[in-house]
């Protein structure tokens, strides 16, 4: 697609569970970016890649949260045991490069652990 | 990065000029003024981005001042459609992360 695209747009997971949420970015953008977004607050930074390496997580609220690009394009998030707290909807971006060039965001998924 | 501060909220009326000030007082030299937009229910999108110079594009102007501490964000003929929260952040041309706050939220009204 033309886009970044996410999947699944929502989910919905039980408290302890394990989930995955996936980011297919723009064909050719080697940066990668993962962003966090609560009620009512602006989006924060999580992790940014640069082509299959995490060049900075130091977004990341805890070892309970992973990401991984194996191949430079698809990028996974991963939330082990997940509590109530990371409910939120979770943004992925890409551009180009890094630096001084516009990222341009998927619509996020929204998930809700109950 | 330099922290930016917006109004919380602001209004304007459909077809006239919308202008959304930002202050950035303690912006370095190497540092960009970036805007974005979010729409209700979906991701950031890009608007402008400047240095020093004025800046146009297809959907905005961007008007730094000359000791580069504020800037605004004009829309020349404000849309229902631009209703959103507007994020003003500035970033290192080396940076990556946009550091978004709180940004404003405009309300066109008819």
């Known amino acids: 697609g033309a886009g970044v695209s996410q999947t699944p747009s929502n989910k919905v997971t039980e408290k302890g569970k394990y989930v995955e949420l996936r980011c297919d970015p723009i064909?050719?953008?080697?940066?990668l970016y993962w962003y966090r977004q609560s009620l009512g607050q602006g989006p924060e930074f999580l992790i940014y890649?640069?082509?299959?390496?995490?060049?900075?997580d130091s977004g990341l609220p805890n070892d309970r949260f992973f990401a991984v690009r194996p191949e430079g394009s698809v990028s996974t998030l991963k939330i082990q045991r997940t509590e109530r707290g990371d409910s939120a909807v979770y943004l992925c971006?890409?551009?180009?490069?890094?630096?001084?060039?516009?990222?341009?965001f998927g619509q996020g998924t929204r998930l809700t652990v109950v | 990065d330099a922290k930016t501060t917006q109004p919380p909220s602001m209004d304007c009326a459909e077809g006239r000029a919308a202008n959304l000030p930002c202050n950035h007082s303690?912006?370095?030299?190497?540092?960009?003024v970036y805007w974005y937009r979010q729409i209700h229910s979906q991701g950031p999108q890009y608007i402008i981005h400047?240095?020093?110079n004025n800046e146009t594009n297809e959907m905005a102007s961007l008007i730094i001042t000359e000791d580069r501490k504020s800037s605004t964000l004009i829309l020349p003929h404000a849309t229902l459609r631009d209703t959103a929260v507007y994020y003003c952040?500035?970033?290192?041309?080396?940076?990556?992360?946009?550091?978004f706050g709180k940004g404003t939220s405009l309300l066109v009204t008819p």
């Open positions: 971006a890409s551009s180009l490069r890094a630096g001084n060039t516009e990222a341009f």
């Open positions: 064909s050719g953008h080697t940066a």
């Open positions: 890649f640069q082509g299959t390496g995490a060049a900075d």
């Open positions: 303690t912006i370095s030299g190497n540092e960009y």
């Open positions: 400047g240095l020093k």
């Open positions: 952040i500035v970033k290192a041309n080396s940076g990556y992360a946009l550091n």
